[in-house]
């Protein structure tokens, strides 16, 4: 089946600093990769959905500055936490769809966790 | 817009019970339904999805069935493993919001030996 990795899968960082979690889907091309935080026993919460060579798209409420995506391969995309602070703390889960339709399927990464000190 | 809600966890069951979690759903569109599977420190694993009416996904022992009169796609298993202790995610995606998908709360199953 279709797999997704993500890079780190836990990171520990000092409030202030930037920190970049990588996706890749690893036998597929995705023209859509996802990006969720999920916070304790929650759902998960879309952040921004993102299409290879073109902008993100950022739900509401969500810092585009803060949260920088980059798409730039139809197999990575990139998430950087800039500036991150103790708030930012969180389960961060991506996801890469291949089809551009409602019948197909995302495959989820495994996540990384970050702690911001 | 859509939602997704499921019946209230956590669910805790004795090895070799039957599992149901209800999930109804409202949509503009024509959904199709997925069931995600989350076990600790890990991120979601699809277990079955169904694209259209009366279509039953199945995986692993689950099935769910898409019921277009009810609105719902619940899960069931017919005996469960300790081993299938796990957040249970209903979710659905529907063209008409950019086919993104949108989840339930999670259920958390535990099983005991």
């Known amino acids: 089946g279709a797999v997704v990795s993500q890079h780190p899968s836990w990171v520990i960082c000092k409030s202030g600093t930037s920190v970049k979690i990588e996706c890749r889907s690893l036998?597929?091309?995705?023209?859509?990769m996802f990006w969720y935080r999920q916070f304790p026993k929650q759902s998960l919460m879309l952040m921004a959905t993102?299409?290879?060579?073109?902008?993100?798209?950022?739900e509401q409420g969500v810092e585009k500055d803060k949260f920088l995506i980059n798409h730039a391969s139809l197999t990575l995309s990139t998430l950087t936490v800039t500036s991150a602070h103790p708030e930012d703390s969180s389960f961060y889960i991506c996801?890469?769809?291949?089809?551009?339709?409602?019948?197909?399927?995302?495959?989820f990464g495994p996540g990384t966790r970050l702690t911001v000190l | 817009g859509d939602s997704v809600t499921q019946m209230e966890g956590p669910v805790t069951l004795s090895e070799e019970a039957c599992l149901t979690i209800?999930?109804?759903?409202?949509?503009?569109?024509?959904?199709?339904l997925f069931w995600y599977v989350q076990y600790p420190g890990e991120g979601l694993q699809l277990l079955l999805k169904?694209?259209?009416?009366?279509d039953k996904g199945s995986n692993k022992g689950f099935e769910a069935t898409y019921r277009k009169e009810t609105t719902s796609f619940h899960l069931e298993k017919g005996s469960v493993q300790v081993s299938d202790s796990a957040v249970y995610f209903c979710?659905?995606?529907?063209?008409?919001?950019?086919?993104?998908?949108?989840f339930g709360e999670g259920t958390q199953l535990t099983v005991n030996p």
């Open positions: 996801s890469a769809r291949e089809g551009g339709g409602p019948t197909d399927t995302q495959y």
């Open positions: 036998d597929f091309q995705a023209t859509t």
């Open positions: 993102s299409n290879e060579g073109s902008k993100a798209t950022y």
């Open positions: 209800n999930c109804t759903y409202t949509a503009t569109g024509y959904p199709s």
């Open positions: 169904a694209t259209k009416a009366d």
């Open positions: 979710a659905l995606s529907d063209s008409t919001s950019g086919s993104r998908l949108t």
